[in-house]
Structure formats: structure tokens, C-alpha cells
């Protein structure tokens, strides 16, 4: 069985940095595009940024180019997401993901999600 599972998501406040952890199971990830994305209350998911497993070729959605910085670490089966410099607008439940990467990062069609970790930036 696919699985992922988020972790390190908690209470900080604005400037502070989290890094979140997503480890994966289930099968070899080669050729799958891992996503980070975010929903906060009463708005649509979005997406954050997205890594190529193999190649770690990685793209950033434009509200946290500069900030944010997605990685893999193959050996251990863990993406994860820096988030530095964090904001109140960056309050929301972070979502791991993985597809196959024939289609486009950005999107929410996704094959796997993971269950989601909570980052709340206090002003």
C-alpha cells in the first residue's frame, strides 16, 4: 500500500522557518512528480512546489519562490519542504502528494495524497 505521511507542521510565528518531512512507502517513486500542497480554512487547495524523484528538478508556485525549498532524499524515501521566513498567509493544512509526472506539477490531479500537517504563523 502507497503511503504518505507528513510531519513537522506546528505554531510559529511570522519570520520563524519549519521544515516539513513527508515519507513515503508503498513502491519505487522513479518517474513520479512528489507535490507539497496547501489548503487554509474556508479556500481551495493550492499548490506550493513540486520535485521530480529522479532528477530533483523542482518548481515553486509564485507566492513562495524564495522562501519555500522542496528536496528528496532518495535513500530515506522523505520529501521535504524548508519553509523560511513564513507568513500568516502561509497559516493552512500541508499536503504531501505523488503521480506520475506525465502530467503538469501544478495540478491537483494527484495519484497519492498524504493526510495532511497543520502550520499555523502567528503575526
Known amino acids: 500500500q502507497v503511503q504518505l505521511v507528513e510531519s513537522g507542521g506546528g505554531l510559529v510565528q511570522a519570520g520563524d522557518s519549519l521544515r516539513l518531512s513527508c515519507a513515503a512507502s508503498?513502491?519505487?517513486?522513479?518517474?513520479?512528480?512528489m507535490g507539497w500542497f496547501r489548503q487554509a480554512p474556508g479556500k481551495e487547495r493550492e499548490f506550493v512546489a513540486a520535485?521530480?524523484?529522479?532528477?530533483?528538478?523542482?518548481l515553486y508556485a509564485d507566492s513562495v519562490k524564495g522562501r519555500f525549498t522542496i528536496s528528496r532524499d532518495k535513500a530515506k524515501n522523505t520529501v521535504y519542504l524548508q519553509l523560511n521566513s513564513l507568513k500568516p498567509e502561509d497559516t493552512a493544512v500541508y499536503y504531501c502528494?505523488?503521480?506520475?509526472?506525465?502530467?503538469?506539477?501544478?495540478?491537483?490531479?494527484?495519484?497519492?495524497w498524504g493526510q495532511g500537517t497543520q502550520v499555523t504563523v502567528s503575526s
Open positions: 508503498g513502491r519505487t517513486f522513479s518517474g513520479y512528480v
Open positions: 502528494a505523488a503521480k506520475s509526472g506525465s502530467g503538469t506539477p501544478w495540478s491537483g490531479e494527484y495519484d497519492y
Open positions: 520535485i521530480r524523484w529522479t532528477s530533483g528538478s523542482a
